[in-house]
């Protein structure tokens, strides 16, 4: 199985700061027939599920604000965001959807510093 | 706009069977694959399994492979989990999530753009 481990496990951003987020996989996610990583980030706010905010590593979801991006490639990935927003607070999950198991990391908490 | 909706919370017995269901509305079942995910009380994501319909295909976690079982009903647009000898620790938010399938030679079926549609969440409490 894919091992997919996140840093850091919190984090606390100024609203306006950027935050960042790392995945980092066991095994490349890049299938390079097509050169795409198959990583996703899901945001999940308290008592909510899962949203998809990032897919190929790096394409946005249709309607998720542009302060929202991806980066990476094989085995590290980042989620950024570029300038924090009082509704970004939430848990913060990479997923490998390469192989079964599609694993998840174990999250990354951000809050409001 | 599609919406996944699931049924609702339980509250099983210690080596009893739980069955969550989620339909599919307002899209195409076709060409989706559906995936299960659970949560438990504060903690992360765990992928259980999925099935891919139109494909009539199901993949499975080492972890559950045995005790779970998911299936579809493409005439109803309802996909189900079923999870057998529930323990203490199978407690958690049930999750069903939609992804598109792009199915080739070398790579059989699999996700194109990860899962974009979640159902609400089906709480399923283990108590003796």
């Known amino acids: 199985d894919i091992v997919m481990t996140q840093s850091p496990d919190s984090l606390a951003v100024s609203l306006g700061e950027r935050a960042t987020i790392n995945c980092k996989s066991s095994?490349?996610?890049?299938?390079?027939?097509?050169?795409?990583?198959?990583l996703a980030w899901y945001q999940q706010r308290p008592g909510q599920p899962p949203k998809l905010l990032i897919y190929?590593?790096?394409t946005r979801e249709s309607g998720v604000p542009d302060r929202f991006s991806g980066s990476g490639s094989g085995t590290d990935f980042t989620l950024t965001i570029s300038s924090l927003q009082a509704e970004d607070v939430a848990v913060y999950y990479c997923?490998?959807?390469?192989?079964?198991?599609?694993?998840f990391g174990q999250g990354t908490k951000l809050e409001i510093k | 706009q599609v919406q996944l909706v699931q049924s609702g919370a339980e509250v099983k017995k210690p080596g009893s069977s739980v069955k969550v269901s989620c339909k599919a509305s307002?899209?195409?079942?076709?060409?989706?694959?559906f995936s299960w995910v659970r949560q438990a009380p504060g903690q992360g994501l765990e992928w259980m399994g999925r099935?891919?319909?139109?494909?009539?295909?199901?993949d499975y976690a080492h972890k559950f492979q045995g005790r779970v079982t998911i299936t579809a009903d493409q005439s109803t647009t309802t996909a189900y989990m079923e999870l057998r000898s529930l323990r203490y620790e199978d407690t958690a938010v049930y999750y069903c999530?939609?992804?598109?399938?792009?199915?080739?030679?070398?790579?059989?079926?699999?996700?194109?753009?990860?899962?974009?549609?979640w159902g609400q969440g089906t709480a399923v409490t283990v108590s003796s």
């Open positions: 999530a939609r992804g598109e399938i792009t199915v080739t030679g070398s790579r059989g079926a699999y996700y194109q753009y990860g899962l974009d549609v």
């Open positions: 307002g899209g195409t079942f076709r060409n989706f694959g």
């Open positions: 099935i891919v319909p139109f494909l009539g295909i199901a």
């Open positions: 095994q490349s996610v890049l299938y390079t027939s097509d050169n795409k990583n198959y």
């Open positions: 190929w590593a790096s």
């Open positions: 997923q490998q959807y390469y192989s079964t198991p599609y694993t």
